[in-house]
């Protein structure tokens, strides 16, 4: 069966960058855009961006294109994303989530950034 | 940015009633192919969201029938008809027309 698990928690001081994963099993990783999507406590949802894996390339939400780098390996499938100079409003969790249907998601990586 | 409005913040229900939810897009999200690009996502407490609906009225694998989407370019519906306690959660609509995607800022379904 399709499944997406991310890596765990992240505690992370202002001004320092996180790397998260989400690894896919159950299908062709490369078959399948990864989309990510950042959900702040208590808040609504935001699409970051995607990539496809085949190609590597990449589409982001303007908002996101200086924060987030998206990634994906192959070899894994393994899809992952970096998040630079993180500020409190970094603080979220972030969610994969597999192919234009939205149809797959990880469970999350809650990023928290406290001095 | 397509901009996706839920004016609802939350609607109580009681079980085995009916409910529908709304959700407006500034711009329509009909394609010229014919395809309306609305999602529904549900939410459960502390749960990853969960695809309800697809092309504006189609039901995602594994959905209950209980739950349909209806709408025109911009006006869109969810209706959830005999009301379980399952379905406590937030809805959110999500347009995927053209980037940014973005979500309307979420329903909640309370039950009375």
């Known amino acids: 069966q399709v499944q997406l698990q991310q890596s765990g928690a992240e505690l992370a001081k202002p001004g320092a960058s996180v790397k998260m994963s989400c690894k896919a099993s159950g299908y062709t990783f490369t078959n399948y855009w990864m989309h990510w999507v950042k959900q702040r406590p208590g808040q609504g949802l935001e699409w970051i961006g995607y990539i496809n894996p085949s190609t590597d390339y990449t589409e982001y939400n303007q908002k996101f294109k200086d924060k987030a780098t998206l990634t994906a390996d192959k070899s894994s499938s393994t899809a992952y994303m970096q998040l630079n100079s993180l500020t409190s409003e970094d603080s979220a969790v972030y969610y994969c989530?597999?192919?234009?249907?939205?149809?797959?998601w990880g469970q999350g990586t809650l990023v928290t950034v406290s001095a | 940015d397509i901009v996706m409005t839920q004016a609802a913040p939350s609607v109580p229900v009681t079980p085995g009633e009916s409910v529908s939810i709304s959700c407006r897009s500034s711009k329509s999200l009909l394609h010229s192919n014919g395809n309306t690009y609305l999602y529904w996502f549900l939410q459960r407490p502390g749960q990853s969201p969960q695809l309800l609906i697809y092309?504006?009225?189609n039901l995602a694998s594994g959905v209950p029938d209980r739950f349909s989407g209806s709408g025109s370019g911009t006006a869109f519906t969810l209706r959830i008809s005999r009301v379980e306690a399952e379905d406590v959660g937030v809805y959110y609509c999500?347009?995927?027309?053209?980037?940014?995607?973005?979500f309307g800022g979420g329903t909640k379904l309370e039950i009375k």
């Open positions: 989530t597999r192919g234009v249907l939205f149809a797959y």
């Open positions: 999500m347009q995927h027309l053209e980037y940014p995607f973005t």
């Open positions: 092309r504006m009225s």
